[in-house]
């Protein structure tokens, strides 16, 4: 089976195109070196669980470290029942160390399973099996900012419990990756009775990386590939016009990839502008899930002080700088510009059409009747007409 674009959850190397980025991964290497703990994050759909899947897998098959990659999207319905969130947890951990112990005996660590019934069972697996490991354990920990209340509260004071006896006794380093920064956290205790921050909960984290959008050259390889694997061609600049237009944004790319090459023009030898075009608006016509999610963002007021006053064309701004981080942290603003702009064009352009999405649905008017035969806008009819 050919390799494909993937638009939907992480990358699996034997089916999709997959684009190692080196730039994401250097900084984490060297804070592993350094035995840190710390956080990573991106908005959805960045190819952040990709990343740090294939980087455990890196680390597994150079045999310096024992690399374990967990997600605890299981634990989000425990809330406040420390003892479930323990249990999804740890399963998590017994089925990830048996993906990725590859030269030592599983009987080396104690079932997770024997911990269960403690209140701070994850703290002592993670002890006993750094114990036993021949190797200094790395911990990715997934989807983090989908567990709430109490369990994760638990969660993030059982790590900071081990951090000083790291790394024979602890992980030598413990990644936790979301979509946002653990600073914006706001937990609720119910036992305490007060809002606490994911900082204060987590006060060892020693930086929080952010992974950036693929590079023009990340762009290349990745429609380099579906040229090798379909013989299907780009027209010269046509890579560069859509690193133009997406900024890079991994899931467009892959989004407009697949729309353009396997939707619309499988059989077309040579793509180019017009074929382009033709995907954009497919894509953006399609509503998919990562285009409504942006309209959803919308809702919120924070975000929406922000990104309204954008799209009116409004040159003055006058926001909260945690807000405009919430912002740029959710991929609705361009992460490395110094002025305040939206992610890309692309969004530039979804934006405003899915907030005037159902007053398109209720026009009466059929728009056949104000083009021109080669589908421009025939201007004098328009204005008769108004």
């Given amino acids: 089976m050919k390799k494909f674009f993937n638009t939907a959850g992480p990358n699996v190397p034997r089916l999709h195109y997959t684009v190692w980025r080196e730039d994401g991964a250097k900084p984490i290497l060297e804070l592993i070196e350094q035995e840190k703990y710390f956080t990573h994050h991106a908005p959805r759909q960045s190819g952040k669980t990709t990343l740090l899947q ?12 024992l690399g374990i990659h967990i997600t605890v999207e299981d634990a989000q319905a425990a ?33 997770s399973r024997t911990f269960a019934e403690d209140f ?45 006896l790291r790394p024979k006794a602890f992980p030598q380093s413990i990644i936790l990756n979301g979509v946002r920064d653990l600073k914006d956290y706001r937990i609720y205790s119910k036992e305490e009775d007060t809002w606490l921050t994911g900082g204060s909960c987590f006060n060892i984290k020693a930086e929080s990386v952010r992974l950036g959008n693929f590079t023009l050259e990340n762009v290349r390889e990745l429609f380099s590939q579906h040229e090798a694997e379909h013989n299907q061609k780009l027209a010269p600049g046509l890579v560069e016009t859509i690193y133009e237009l997406t900024q890079g944004q991994p899931w467009l790319c892959n989004a407009l990839g697949e729309q353009m090459c396997h939707k619309l023009f499988p059989e077309v030898l040579v793509l180019d502008e017009n074929h382009l075009h033709e995907a954009k ?19 919120d007021p924070r975000i929406r002080q ?28 361009h ?52």
């Avoid at 608006?281 to 809702?299: G, M, N």
Wanted: glycine letters at 4%; aromatic letters at 10%; a negative charge.
């Fill in 54 to 65: 294939e980087l455990c897998k890196k680390l597994n098959q150079e045999g310096k470290y």
């Fill in 306 to 333: 922000i990104v309204i006053p954008m799209l009116k064309g409004d040159e003055s701004f006058h926001f909260p700088a945690e807000d405009i981080e919430y912002a740029r942290d959710l991929g609705l603003l």
């Fill in 120 to 164: 701070h069972g994850i703290r002592s697996c993670l002890q006993a099996w750094s114990q036993s490991s021949k190797k200094p354990i790395v911990l990715v920990i997934d989807e983090i900012d989908s567990m709430a209340g109490e369990s994760l509260i638990a969660l993030l004071r059982q790590l900071r419990a081990g951090y000083a």
């Fill in 335 to 386: 992460p490395d510009s110094k002025t305040l702009r939206i992610a890309n064009p692309l969004y530039k352009e979804i934006l405003p059409r899915e907030m005037t999405y159902t007053i398109q649905q209720s026009f009466t008017e059929e728009p056949e009747w104000y083009k021109n035969p080669n589908g421009t806008l025939n201007y004098k009819k328009l204005m008769d007409k108004f």
């Fill in 79 to 111: 809330k406040n029942n420390v003892l479930a969130a323990n249990w999804a947890i740890l399963d998590a951990l017994q089925f990830a160390l048996s993906s990725s112990l590859m030269d030592q005996s599983k009987e080396d660590f104690i079932p």
């Fill in 281 to 299: 608006e497919a894509l953006i016509l399609s509503r998919a899930t990562h285009i409504d999610q942006l309209y959803y963002r919308l809702e």
